[in-house]
């Protein structure tokens, strides 16, 4: 990088912020000095990085009277994975890096997954619309699309695989202005440069019969038949349920502390449960990974995080809601910006019409916190767009914080100046859609860091022992299944119709989970119009009775408690 590059920055940035000193750290920028507003220090980075002068942007600049808050770690401190030794330690039991460990369970390896939380994808891989995206909207220059493009070839495979449901209803653009259709040539030559196969255009009529609830000033539209649709949780699960199965290990509530350095070298890694040893870092730590990456003197990025909001609809709006992911050009409800989609309305693997996301910028790493004025503004935003959405349907609202780069493009790499960690980081959307391909480069880099070649797992196996859920089962087999245990004939949700062997068959899955918030995670327990109102109590006496924990001690999540007073045993099927 030429002193000039960082010279002409200054100038450009000191036209508007006074105090702010741009220097290098090697090919590198740095930004350090102090502002008022949140959004400035975003927009110095932001304009950083556009320069395209530098590998990468760190943005040290302090909000002023802002104390970052510390991460949240769990309460647990002992020394129970004190001094394990292992081929590769991974930070993050995100869709990254259970896809990772599961890349890593089809080899000879010693790998670990370490999570901060007591179950898995609980932070950006849980709270998002579960698209499988096709690309229109990327550069097919960027990482984002390269991975993307991958794994689209095996996304519906894997899922089947592993029996976590995929649909293809694809994505749909609606276009509300005649002269739009000039866009129609270039929409056409970059769809082929991005390699998607199943472009549709459809005329007024055409539109209307598929998608008869979406926007009357609707001209045409074009539908790319691939994109798809999975339960991104459930994904994140079941990768790592099978690693395990594989021989790969899950360490819950586990936190990584501290990194031990020897020169440019890894030697170990402190958490709350004692100290590991690894021979190769993967850092998939999300909103988190560049502070990891700093751990390790591996800085070369900055995570800027950007928060998003979403309703939840009951199931019955999928009467008069959309059959695809739909957004509208022209619209308050596409307006996008090069770092933001714009969002739609999605109709979600079970059937529950999902609207958002906002797109904001923040502070927060860990801010999931949700406000009627958010909730207002992903309804009016997408209105325009499907005149029948009614605010009450909403049975339930989700914040999540992507973990944005400046550059906003993946970070899948080995480390630039440490020699044994690999980064798969600044992952956001199209994160969920670009992980199984994600994992097998990082195990590539793997072997590079290494010096090796991987041998295969001979034993490697895609089977889960995961059975259908009961209510997607005809009479006959639900009835087999009742006749063995009684318990599947006991129904605790009447909405989500799951029964208690249900629960109890989650309670004894690989990664074990005793919590109320994991078991609706895993069977869908309480995701419906009562919210848990009815089920709840059901499953906090199953936790209590199959892992024999008192019911004042059964967790709802994380660290919090369930406050529980006098539960009387009521109907049964309730």
């Known amino acids: 990088m030429e002193n000039k590059d960082i010279i002409r920055l200054q100038k450009k940035i000191s036209k508007l912020y006074k105090n702010i000193k741009v220097s290098s750290k090697e090919d590198c920028v740095v930004l350090k000095g102090e502002l008022d507003n949140w959004s400035d220090i975003v927009n110095i980075g932001l304009m950083a990085a556009s320069t395209k002068k530098f590998y990468g942007v760190i943005n040290e600049i302090k909000l002023k009277g802002y104390k970052e808050a510390p991460m949240r770690i769990s309460d647990i401190k002992d020394n129970e994975y004190d001094g394990i030794e292992c081929d590769v330690l991974i930070v993050g039991g995100g869709i990254i890096g259970s896809a990772i460990l599961h890349e890593f369970s089809k080899y000879n390896v010693n790998a670990i997954l370490i999570e901060k939380e007591n179950d898995l994808a609980l932070q950006a891989s849980s709270r998002n619309d579960?698209?499988?995206?096709?690309?229109?909207?990327?550069?097919?220059?960027?990482?984002?699309?390269?991975?993307?493009?991958?794994?689209?070839?095996?996304?519906?495979?894997?899922?089947?695989?592993?029996?976590?449901?995929?649909?293809?209803?694809?994505?749909?653009?609606?276009?509300?202005?005649?002269?739009?259709?000039?866009?129609?040539?270039?929409?056409?030559?970059?769809?082929?440069?991005?390699?998607?196969?199943?472009?549709?255009?459809?005329?007024?009529?055409?539109?209307?019969?598929?998608?008869?609830?979406?926007?009357?000033?609707?001209?045409?539209?074009?539908?790319?038949?691939?994109?798809?649709?999975?339960?991104?949780?459930?994904?994140?699960?079941?990768?790592?349920?099978?690693?395990?199965?594989?021989?790969?290990?899950?360490?819950?509530?586990?936190?990584?502390?501290?990194?031990?350095?020897?020169?440019?070298?890894?030697?170990?890694?402190?958490?709350?449960?004692?100290?590991?040893?690894?021979?190769?870092?993967?850092?998939?730590?999300?909103?988190?990974?560049?502070k990891i990456a700093k751990m390790a003197n591996d800085q070369f990025f900055t995570i800027h995080p950007r928060k998003g909001t979403n309703a939840i609809l009951d199931k019955k709006a999928k009467r008069y809601l959309s059959n695809s992911s739909i957004a509208v050009l022209g619209s308050s409800a596409n307006h996008k910006t090069s770092h933001s989609k714009g969002g739609g309305v999605v109709p979600t693997i079970d059937y529950n019409p999902l609207v958002g996301p906002t797109a904001h910028e923040t502070p927060f790493r860990e801010d999931f916190t949700t406000d009627i004025q958010a909730i207002n503004e992903v309804m009016s935003k997408h209105v325009s767009s499907m005149p029948k959405l009614s605010k009450n349907d909403i049975i339930t609202y989700f914040s999540g914080i992507r973990a944005a780069t400046y550059e906003e493009d993946f970070i899948v790499q080995k480390g630039k100046w440490t020699k044994n960690i690999v980064h798969a980081a600044g992952i956001q959307s199209p994160g969920i859609t670009a992980a199984p391909a994600i994992a097998e480069d990082i195990v590539k880099f793997t072997q590079e860091v290494l010096n090796t070649k991987f041998t295969k797992n001979p034993k490697f196996s895609y089977k889960r022992g995961i059975k259908n859920p009961l209510r997607e089962l005809d009479n006959e087999t639900r009835n087999k299944y009742i006749l063995e245990n009684p318990d599947y004939g006991q129904i605790i949700c009447r909405c989500e119709e799951i029964s208690k062997g249900e629960v109890i068959d989650a309670l004894n899955r690989p990664i074990p989970v005793n919590t109320i918030s994991g078991i609706k995670r895993r069977v869908r327990a309480g995701m419906g119009r009562c919210q848990g109102s009815f089920c709840e109590p059901q499953v906090l006496k199953i936790i209590s009775e199959n892992k024999g924990i008192s019911l004042e001690n059964v967790k709802k999540k994380g660290n919090g408690k369930v406050l529980v007073g006098d539960i009387k045993d009521g109907d049964s099927n309730g």
């Open 130 to 290: 579960g698209c499988i995206h096709v690309g229109i909207d990327l550069s097919n220059k960027s990482k984002k699309w390269y991975y993307l493009n991958r794994s689209l070839e095996i996304y519906e495979k894997l899922a089947n695989d592993l029996k976590i449901n995929y649909r293809k209803d694809g994505q749909t653009i609606v276009f509300t202005k005649n002269f739009q259709r000039l866009l129609l040539p270039f929409l056409k030559i970059k769809a082929k440069e991005n390699n998607i196969k199943e472009v549709h255009v459809l005329n007024k009529k055409e539109l209307e019969k598929l998608e008869p609830n979406t926007t009357p000033y609707a001209k045409f539209a074009v539908k790319f038949g691939n994109g798809a649709v999975i339960c991104p949780y459930n994904m994140t699960i079941a990768l790592a349920e099978n690693a395990v199965l594989n021989g790969g290990k899950v360490f819950l509530e586990t936190s990584l502390l501290d990194i031990n350095m020897e020169g440019d070298v890894i030697k170990s890694v402190v958490t709350n449960r004692g100290t590991i040893y690894p021979k190769v870092l993967i850092n998939a730590a999300g909103v988190f990974s560049d």
